[in-house]
T-cell receptor, first 114, second 114 residues
Framework: DSGVTQTPKHLITATGQRVTLRCSPR?????VYWYQQSLDQGLQFLIQ???????AKGNILERFSAQQFPDLHSELNLSSLELGDSALYFC?????????????FGPGTRLTVL | QQQVKQSPQSLIVQKGGIPIINCAYE??????FPWYQQFPGKGPALLIA?????SEKKEGRFTISFNKSAKQFSLHIMDSQPGDSATYFC?????????????FGKGTKLTVNP
């Protein structure tokens, strides 16, 4: 157990809908990252927040948005969903260990768009 | 454009064998190279990581070999066990400004037969 929690575990919805995925980082971790894992694209970085502020952006679609709240939990909002958005969405949080930053991944949310 | 190329896609070894997974990268600004292990239904977990100023790092049965001039790095698993059967991902990131945007390889599915 990494200490990162994600809800819900599974989500089934229809095209055109909007969903919100939630992540709680490990206690004390200020950085939160979101990744998408699909069979064709592999694991792709979406976005990073650090202490409430956006720190880095990856291949995140304009239909997707995220935020990190004062209690450090984060939400990933996916709107106008398409079949191709079906994937595993992982949240990770990080701590600095020596000079290496270790990212701890949550168990993921499996999104199925029908 | 795939920034981190990983091979092989799958690998089968006998117990006690030494599977080797290779990765190559293009971006010379990458300065952090972690390997992640993922079991079915779980999030990736950090196995071992290296900075480019070191050519080799060992942690238990896992070794990273790093060749900066060739822009290649590899994971060796000594005395492999059936419990090592998992998908392994190499990754790289450019850790400037506090951003650790990880770029992942496509993964190698390792099967260790008893």
């Amino acid at each position: 157990d990494s200490g990162v929690t994600q809800t819900p575990k599974h989500l089934i919805t229809a095209t055109g809908q909007r969903v919100t995925l939630r992540c709680s980082p490990r206690s004390g971790d200020l950085s939160v990252y979101w990744y998408q894992q699909s069979l064709d694209q592999g694991l792709q970085f979406l976005i990073q927040y650090y202490n409430g502020e956006e720190r880095a952006k990856g291949n995140i679609l304009e239909r997707f948005s995220a935020q990190q709240f004062p209690d450090l939990h984060s939400e990933l909002n996916l709107s106008s969903l398409e079949l191709g958005d079906s994937a595993l969405y992982f949240c990770a949080s990080s701590v600095l260990t020596g000079d290496l930053t270790e990212q701890f991944f949550g168990p993921g949310t499996r999104l199925t768009v029908l | 454009q795939q920034q981190v190329k990983q091979s092989p896609q799958s690998l089968i070894v006998q117990k006690g064998g030494i599977p080797i997974i290779n990765c190559a990268y293009e971006n010379t600004a990458f300065d952090y190279f972690p390997w992640y292990q993922q079991f079915p239904g779980k999030g990736p977990a950090l196995l071992i990581a290296i900075r480019p100023d070191v050519s080799e790092k060992k942690e238990g049965r896992f070794t990273i070999s790093f060749n900066k001039s060739a822009k290649q790095f590899s994971l060796h698993i000594m005395d492999s066990q059936p419990g090592d059967s998992a998908t392994y991902f190499c990754a790289a990131s450019e850790t400037q400004g506090g951003s650790e945007k990880l770029v992942f390889g496509k993964g190698t599915k390792l099967t260790v037969n008893p």
